[in-house]
């Protein structure tokens, strides 16, 4: 029996056990077994040696048999137990980890030990029953193997313990891990139990909008595509509008260059009196006073012009040959004038006169500034330019006279000393001033030089209605001659005049000498409203001799001239009675029909 405790035997066990957590320690258990086996196996030798004792040593045979006996049920019990704590461990090992099936076994190995524990201590006390009374002073040196063996295993025992309790501590600390592991695990199971329908709605929305993404792009490509597609067809089209539009343009300019030029030949023919309306800018002292909504002057184009008279809410359209706003040039001005003014070159008479309030601008339109000049200025220097140009064909001379007529008497402006002059009608029906100086000019320098002196001898006054207020009707008078080489000659003359501005005396505020000078200008006005309602009646008289300015200019308002009026007007509403009476003025003027006019050619 004793032989199945061998260390072999032991081993065999250990290796059933195999990965148990508790080897080492069911290992010592085996040695100390087999240890404990072997001390039986000498002990019984000793028992038989000991002849004289055999029957007590027989007696203690049974006695070790049935020690033995117990001994092998106790292996038996530890089979089960290690059959039924590796059972346990695999299961433990397949559901809740191996913390738990080691400590199972740990709670095991440890009462296993306490059996053996228990066992070895019976053994001892057995033992020292048996060898009590036999060896009682006969072997003590035994005794003291005996004892020393017991206490080693005692200390071994004791290791085993201080093990088995640092085990039980590692398993402790190992199940607090283990239960904060399985805590935090709870917790992650129910944070996923509780995200997972969110993370499967978000899963779902995200594969909508991958969808709905995928779409719009191409949407959005296939709209791009229609969008380019459709501006390169409005870009071709607005270039073949602009085309059209640019042919159109000049289809239009072309249109109105003969409708002008129709015009004019029909105005030729008739003799009709020409008038422009050129309109200044508002100035300081009006603009204040201007009322807010409707516009006292409005422009339809360059020949329509509407004037509003806010105090009966009504505007009234006028038609003339052309209209200038505010912020028209000097040149555009004279643009317009050139033809009729050149035509002096070719022998005509030409008569060129600006008419309006005080205040209005015919000063400004007819003399201008020096670094702005007007239509004196520019006239006499289109004439040089002519001449130039002709100068191979043509020998031509040009001179200048100015005179004013102020408070009925003619002045001449290039010699103020000079004696008093008048006008008379030839009796071919021309008009002159004997006695008038007359001077060559060559350059536009020297026409500059004499409209500078002409200017300063003028008659001025400063008035509520205009700082520098022309208190004369002023009259440049060029004269041209050419002649053909080889050919006839033409002479022509053109006056550029600039009338005193009619006036309200009660609005300019002028009394005494001042009074007197409005009273004649307003005078020789009226006589000149009255010649042209003369001609447009064609009545057989035309009353040249009322006044000065009708009678100087006779020949520019019958029969063989070319007349322009520029009509000049005031843009604001305190003004729109008198800007009313000018346009009515011209619009009569305007039907005038002087007849053809006549080249004045002498042959050479
Ligand atoms: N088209 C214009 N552009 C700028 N300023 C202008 C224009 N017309 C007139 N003016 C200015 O308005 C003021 C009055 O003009 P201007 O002296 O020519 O009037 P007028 O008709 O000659 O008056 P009067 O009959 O009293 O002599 C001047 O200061 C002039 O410079
Ligand atoms: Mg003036």
Same mark, same amino acid.
């Given at each position: 029996?004793?032989?199945?405790?061998?260390?072999?035997?032991?081993?065999?066990?250990?290796?059933?056990?195999?990965?148990?957590?508790?080897?080492?320690?069911?290992?010592?258990?085996?040695?100390?077994?087999?240890?404990?086996?072997?001390?039986?196996?000498?002990?019984?030798?000793?028992?038989?040696?000991?002849?004289?004792?055999?029957?007590?040593?027989?007696?203690?045979?049974?006695?070790?048999?049935?020690?033995?006996?117990?001994?092998?049920?106790?292996?038996?019990?530890?089979?089960?137990?290690?059959?039924?704590?590796?059972? $346990?461990?695999?299961?433990? =090992?397949?559901?809740?980890?191996?913390?738990?099936?080691? !400590?199972?076994? $740990?709670?095991?190995?440890?009462?296993?030990?306490?059996?053996?524990?228990?066992?070895?201590?019976?053994?001892?006390?057995?033992?020292?029953?048996?060898?009590?009374?036999?060896?009682?002073?006969?072997?003590?040196?035994?005794?003291?193997?005996?004892?020393?063996?017991?206490?080693?295993?005692?200390?071994?025992?004791?290791?085993?313990?201080?093990?088995? $309790?640092?085990?039980?501590?590692?398993?402790?600390?190992?199940?607090?891990?283990?239960?904060?592991?399985?805590?935090?695990?709870?917790?992650?199971?129910?944070?996923?139990?509780? +995200?997972?329908?969110?993370?499967?709605?978000?899963?779902?929305?995200?594969?909508?909008?991958?969808?709905?993404?995928?779409?719009?792009?191409?949407?959005?490509?296939?709209?791009?595509?229609?969008?380019?597609?459709?501006?390169? #067809?409005?870009?071709?089209?607005?270039?073949?509008?602009?085309?059209?539009?640019?042919?159109? %343009?000049?289809?239009? !300019?072309?249109?109105?260059?003969? #409708?002008?030029?129709?015009?004019?030949?029909?105005?030729?023919?008739?003799?009709?009196?020409?008038v422009f309306v050129r309109?200044r800018?508002?100035?300081?002292?009006?603009?204040?006073? $201007?009322?807010?909504?409707?516009?006292?002057?409005?422009?339809?184009?360059?020949?329509?012009?509407? +004037?509003?008279?806010? %105090?009966?809410?009504?505007?009234?359209?006028?038609?003339?040959?052309?209209?200038f706003?505010?912020? !028209?040039?000097q040149?555009?001005v004279f643009?317009?004038a050139?033809?009729?003014?050149?035509?002096?070159?070719?022998?005509?008479?030409?008569c060129i006169f600006a008419y309006g309030q005080t205040g209005s601008g015919k000063t400004h339109t007819m003399t201008g500034?020096?670094?702005?000049?007007g239509l004196n200025?520019?006239v006499?220097?289109?004439?040089?330019?002519?001449?130039?140009?002709?100068?191979?064909?043509?020998?031509?001379?040009?001179?200048?006279?100015?005179?004013?007529?102020?408070? =009925?008497?003619? #002045?001449?402006?290039?010699?103020?000393?000079?004696?008093?002059?008048?006008?008379?009608?030839?009796?071919?029906?021309?008009?002159?001033?004997?006695?008038?100086?007359?001077?060559?000019?060559?350059?536009?320098?020297?026409?500059?030089?004499?409209?500078?002196?002409?200017?300063?001898?003028?008659?001025?006054?400063?008035?509520?209605?205009?700082?520098?207020?022309s208190?004369?009707h002023s009259i440049v008078?060029?004269?041209?001659?050419?002649?053909?080489?080889?050919?006839?000659?033409?002479?022509?003359?053109?006056h550029l005049i600039d009338l005193a501005g009619s006036?309200?005396?009660?609005? !300019?505020?002028?009394?005494?000498?001042?009074?007197?000078?409005?009273?004649?200008?307003?005078?020789?006005l009226?006589?000149l409203?009255?010649?042209?309602?003369?001609?447009?009646?064609?009545?057989?008289?035309?009353?040249?001799?009322?006044?000065?300015l009708?009678?100087?200019l006779?020949?520019?308002?019958?029969?063989?001239?070319?007349t322009l009026m520029i009509v000049c007007a005031?843009?604001?509403?305190?003004?729109?009675?008198?800007?009313?009476?000018s346009?009515?003025?011209a619009?009569?003027a305007?039907?005038?029909?002087?007849?053809?006019?006549? #080249?004045?050619?002498?042959?050479?």
């Amino acid at each position: 029996m004793l032989k199945d405790l061998t260390p072999q035997h032991a081993e065999k066990s250990a290796k059933e056990v195999g990965c148990l957590a508790q080897q080492p320690a069911v290992d010592s258990l085996r040695a100390r077994g087999a240890a404990l086996a072997a001390e039986a196996a000498r002990l019984s030798e000793a028992a038989e040696q000991a002849a004289p004792q055999a029957k007590i040593a027989e007696k203690a045979e049974r006695t070790l048999r049935k020690l033995q006996q117990k001994f092998e049920e106790l292996e038996a019990k530890r089979g089960r137990l290690e059959g039924e704590l590796r059972g $346990e461990q695999a299961s433990a =090992e397949a559901s809740s980890g191996a913390t738990q099936g080691s !400590s199972r076994a $740990e709670a095991e190995a440890r009462q296993r030990n306490q059996a053996l524990t228990q066992r070895v201590k019976e053994l001892e006390a057995q033992l020292a029953k048996i060898q009590g009374p036999q060896h009682a002073g006969a072997d003590a040196a035994k005794n003291r193997q005996q004892d020393e063996a017991i206490a080693a295993a005692e200390r071994e025992h004791l290791a085993l313990q201080q093990q088995l $309790e640092e085990r039980g501590r590692a398993v402790a600390k190992a199940r607090e891990a283990d239960a904060g592991i399985a805590a935090q695990l709870a917790k992650l199971q129910a944070a996923n139990g509780r +995200l997972g329908p969110r993370l499967r709605l978000l899963q779902a929305a995200s594969a909508k909008l991958r969808d709905g993404q995928g779409q719009a792009t191409a949407e959005a490509r296939a709209a791009k595509q229609a969008f380019a597609e459709d501006m390169g #067809r409005a870009i071709e089209a607005a270039r073949r509008l602009g085309e059209e539009a640019g042919a159109m %343009q000049a289809n239009y !300019s072309a249109a109105m260059d003969d #409708r002008k030029k129709l015009h004019n030949q029909i105005l030729d023919l008739k003799g009709n009196i020409r008038v422009f309306v050129r309109v200044r800018p508002m100035n300081a002292k009006e603009k204040p006073t $201007e009322p807010t909504g409707e516009a006292t002057v409005s422009f339809r184009d360059d020949t329509n012009i509407g +004037l509003f008279d806010a %105090q009966h809410s009504r505007r009234k359209w006028f038609e003339f040959d052309q209209v200038f706003d505010p912020n !028209s040039s000097q040149a555009s001005v004279f643009e317009e004038a050139k033809p009729l003014a050149t035509s002096t070159l070719d022998g005509y008479n030409v008569c060129i006169f600006a008419y309006g309030q005080t205040g209005s601008g015919k000063t400004h339109t007819m003399t201008g500034t020096e670094k702005d000049p007007g239509l004196n200025t520019n006239v006499l220097r289109e004439l040089f330019h002519i001449r130039d140009e002709r100068k191979n064909e043509y020998d031509i001379s040009i001179s200048i006279a100015i005179t004013e007529i102020y408070n =009925e008497t003619v #002045r001449d402006l290039l010699c103020p000393t000079a004696k008093k002059l008048d006008v008379k009608i030839n009796q071919d029906g021309s008009t002159g001033v004997p006695g008038l100086t007359e001077l060559k000019v060559d350059t536009v320098g020297d026409v500059m030089k004499c409209i500078k002196e002409a200017s300063k001898n003028r008659a001025t006054t400063s008035t509520d209605m205009n700082e520098q207020s022309s208190r004369s009707h002023s009259i440049v008078t060029v004269r041209t001659q050419s002649t053909l080489r080889g050919g006839d000659t033409y002479i022509g003359k053109v006056h550029l005049i600039d009338l005193a501005g009619s006036e309200n005396t009660n609005k !300019s505020g002028v009394t005494g000498q001042s009074m007197k000078e409005a009273q004649n200008i307003n005078k020789s006005l009226s006589a000149l409203g009255d010649v042209i309602q003369s001609l447009v009646a064609k009545n057989p008289h035309t009353p040249y001799r009322n006044s000065k300015l009708t009678m100087m200019l006779k020949d520019s308002l019958g029969g063989d001239s070319k007349t322009l009026m520029i009509v000049c007007a005031s843009p604001a509403q305190t003004n729109v009675t008198e800007t009313s009476s000018s346009l009515n003025f011209a619009s009569r003027a305007r039907n005038v029909e002087l007849g053809k006019a006549k #080249r004045n050619a002498v042959a050479n």
